[in-house]
């Protein structure tokens, strides 16, 4: 069965940081560009950061959280990971991982992905 996997969301104060994981299952990783994206309560799914196949040369971030986030990939453990330094309260949402199937549109639109994760929680509250 071919699924991905989020963890490592929580309740962190502002300021905070926490690390996302997103691993798979019934597929490697390596050949397949990831992108991480959030979705806060009565928004839209935004697309927060993305990696590229292979050796993850390319990465891509939304500006709301350039500077703060950090995604990388091991392959060898077939996960990709969300280092998210810097919490803000406006960083609140359930976190997904998906892998990129198409390029009919831009890094951070999710109509290009596929295999989504179920999806974990980050709230940064005081």
């Known amino acids: 069965q071919v699924q991905l996997v989020e963890s490592g969301g929580g309740l962190v104060q502002p300021g905070g940081s926490l690390r996302l994981s997103c691993a798979a299952s019934?597929?490697?990783?390596?050949?397949?560009?990831i992108g991480w994206f959030r979705q806060a309560p009565g928004k839209e799914r935004e697309g927060v950061s993305y990696?590229?196949?292979?050796?993850?040369?390319?990465?891509y971030y939304a500006d709301s959280v350039k500077g703060r986030f950090t995604i990388s990939r091991d392959n060898a453990k077939n996960t990709v990971y969300l280092q998210m330094n810097s919490l803000k309260p406006e960083d609140t949402a359930v976190y997904y991982c998906?892998?990129?199937?198409?390029?009919?549109?831009?890094?951070?639109?999710?109509?290009?992905?596929?295999?989504w994760g179920q999806g974990t929680q980050v709230t940064v509250s005081s």
């Open positions: 990696i590229s196949s292979s050796d993850g040369r390319t990465t």
């Open positions: 019934g597929f490697t990783l390596d050949y397949r560009a």
């Open positions: 998906a892998t990129r199937v198409s390029r009919l549109s831009a890094w951070y639109r999710p109509v290009d992905y596929d295999h």
